[in-house]
């Protein structure tokens, strides 16, 4: 029964089948859980299309006729009937699910219907929420609520009650974790709300205020500024908006009848739509070192296109222009001190942006990894403490995440406390029984190690120590975060395939690697994607000016060139147009292999092209690009600084780029870059040997060149073959480009893979 009842955790617009968009081979326990709920038809059905499909392969391999085929054709006729029959029954639910849709549309516009007539209790005349009775709210949504949803808020919060006092009486035990915030032993905020197009709960009450007699300050502000700005009913407009399209749909489904719904398409991600919190300590583009903000800032607005409730979880650096005080503030103990933060948000794209305010973050948007190992480490404890408590206290459009069908994305060791907080804080007592977590690996070089001692700032229950303990050679015993929230985790995903592999090594693992051969099981690889929008030179706003231009396959033959020109001007270069321009773009980190640009600097220099390197990092190999332009002048610019604008140009102007990176778990600029026509030269290894395929003269395919070892004299050899095909094979040349431009690297497949992970999180028990 655990099953059943973990299909309906929760989620009030949990569809009865969500089986239908699985892959029953992919999703074996979860298929037998579902049996239970609908006999034993699925597993039959499935078994039934494995065997006839893999009796008419073996036909076909033996090339066997006569007898045994006619069995065999008359095995698979009576398989292939039953899968018929069967798929008429899969039809028939199918049907019954979209009725099922259209109903809490219904539902939905009643809920509107309410909020409009609720309209002038939020105003209540002067703007403030302070008086409303969201009680009674409560109520009337839930009363709107057919009998077939989820349990409704009342139930919700009768479950909470029920946590609380599991948590009351295991706060007396050492073993256990007490909860997190000062003020969130009671969750107020605990609902459910899932999630998607027409399918949510309303209500979550704004928290009644409370006054602490430390800070003498209130916890939470009367009127939180969203609230007064936008409204929860303009919200939902918002919302129905992003997943419906047009207003004029949206008028249509308040009339729309179960019989024409089938005329507009369910979410991309069909039943299995689910809330969504990726937790990074960066998001582009209020604030980004590298391709973790890129990926924070672009992997959630694919998954909100697939129909996810989609939030994102970053600290506050700076002064950021979007994002708005919740009002919810709330006090957390990092070593020991109180420290108050604030809860910023913006709704953009689809997305939840919930920046977490607090002294600690504040001012530090040009150094965010600045500091001490203990400063950094005290950062992430509070970073994680506060991002986990969102859902209970951060009322994104008037309607919190609750713990319902939620799962986070925790990303990198500064968020891999959040997997171990998820466990020991609510998990072990009882709370968020059906919250999942993920875990992706950017980057597994960086991962939070410090002595035994640091165990103290993390503030767990004894018995966890053993979880970050870890000895390899290099460091000795010591305490490793990424060590503890791989072994929690519930799934772990890196970015790309070719790195999924070189983590198992000895080699590739830092350290890490037995932790993940022992964790193979919840393990994948995923190529990350680009952001379209941002990284296109159809649209690209860094090319509208100082003689740069926006371009396109159609006009790659006169408009790259241009950009070239543009940005030989603006760097003080001969503008030629026959000079082969290569570019270098990251951060000066012997990961990138900037010491191999080094090596192979004279032999460049004795041919006629020019290079522009632009990165910040280690001082020494920032002064090693201001030495190269120095001594090379009228061929080399080195570019140290930090200049999304000039990343930009220099993907869009440059013929070449060049990554001999010695490890890359995925890479981004090489996937710029060819959607840029800009060919690579990459050192295979990870991501880079997933994604760029070497050039085949005789095929006339393949993306770029690349060298198999981290060796000057191999970069050499393949950037040599690169700059004669750009010279005397100007057809093949252009064959390069095109096959580069016209790839799909969005991060749609990649959401897609995503999903997968998250569906098996989900129905993991
Ligand atoms: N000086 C500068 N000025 C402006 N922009 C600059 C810059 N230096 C770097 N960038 C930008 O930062 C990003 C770098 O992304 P990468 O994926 O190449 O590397 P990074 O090692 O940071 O990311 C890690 O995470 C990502 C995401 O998963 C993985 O792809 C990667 O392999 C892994 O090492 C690009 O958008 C690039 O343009």
Known sequence: MENCTLLHSGNQFQPKFPFFALKPKKFPFFVVGCSRVLGEDI???????????????????TGKSSGEAANADDESDDALQATI??????????????????????????????????????????????????RGMDKDY????PSTATPPIVDDLKNTLAAEAKICETAQSDERATPLSRSSVTPSHQTSSTVSSAKRTLYVPPETPKFSQETGKFFQSDVPSLFKESSAQSYMEQKSEIFEGSSAKKANIETEDPENVDEKPPPLAGTN?????????????????????????????????????????APRYGNYAEPQDSGVRKI???????????????????????????????HMENNIYGGNRVDILKRMVLFCKAAIEVPWHVPCGGVCYGDGNLVFIANDWHAALLPVYLKAYYRDNGMMKYTRSLLVIHNIAHQGRG??????YVDLPPHYMDIFRLYDPVGGEHFNIFAAGLKTADRVVTVSHGYSWELKTSEGGWGLHDIINENDWKFRGIVNGIDTKEWN?????????????????????????????????ELGLPVRDDVPLIGFIGRLDPQKGVD???????????????????????????????????????????????????????TAGADILLMPSRFEPCGLNQLYAMKYGTIPVVHAVGGLRDTVQPFDPFNESGLGWTFSRAEANQLIHALGNCLLTYREYKQSWEGLQRRGMTQDLSWDNAAHNYEEVLVAAKYQW
Not at 279 to 308: I, N
Request: charged share 25%; glycine share 8%; aromatic share 8%.
């Open 332 to 362: 957390y103990k990092v070593d020991g001190q109180d420290v108050e933060v604030t809860y910023f948000q913006a709704f953009i794209d689809g997305v939840d942006f919930v920046f977490i305010d607090s002294h600690m973050f504040r």
């Open 537 to 569: 030179p159809e649209l690209d706003v860094h090319l509208k000016s100082d003689g740069y231009v926006n371009y396109s396959l159609d006009t790659l033959k006169t408009g790259k060139p241009q950009c070239k020109s543009a940005l030989q001007k």
């Open 43 to 61: 597993v039959r059905l499935s078994v039934a299309h494995g065997s006839s499909r893999e009796q008419m392969w073996r036909i076909k391999a």
């Open 85 to 134: 029959e069967k798929s008429k029954k899969v039809l028939a639910m199918q049907k019954d699910l979209l009725q099922q849709i259209a109903e809490r549309r219904k539902v939905v516009s009643s809920i509107k219907s309410s909020l409009e007539d609720a309209k002038g209790t939020y105003d209540n005349g002067n703007g403030s929420l302070s008086n409303v009775d969201v």
């Open 273 to 313: 739509v689910m809330n969504v919190i990726l937790v990074a300590a960066e998001c582009a583009p209020w604030s980004k070192t590298g391709g973790l903000g890129d990926v924070a800032g672009a992997l959630p607005k694919a998954l909100a296109r697939r129909g996810h409730r989609v939030m994102v979880v």
């Open 596 to 650: 191999l640009i080094a090596e192979a600097v004279p032999w460049m220099m004795g041919q006629d092209v020019q290079l522009v390197m632009l990165g910040t990092g280690r001082p020494d190999l920032e002064q090693m690009l201001r030495q190269f332009e120095c001594q090379y002048n009228d061929k080399i610019r080195g570019w140290v600084g930090f200049s999304v604008k000039t990343a930009h140009r220099i």
């Open 451 to 456: 002595p035994l001692d640091d165990f103290s």
């Open 142 to 145: 839930n009363s709107t609520l």
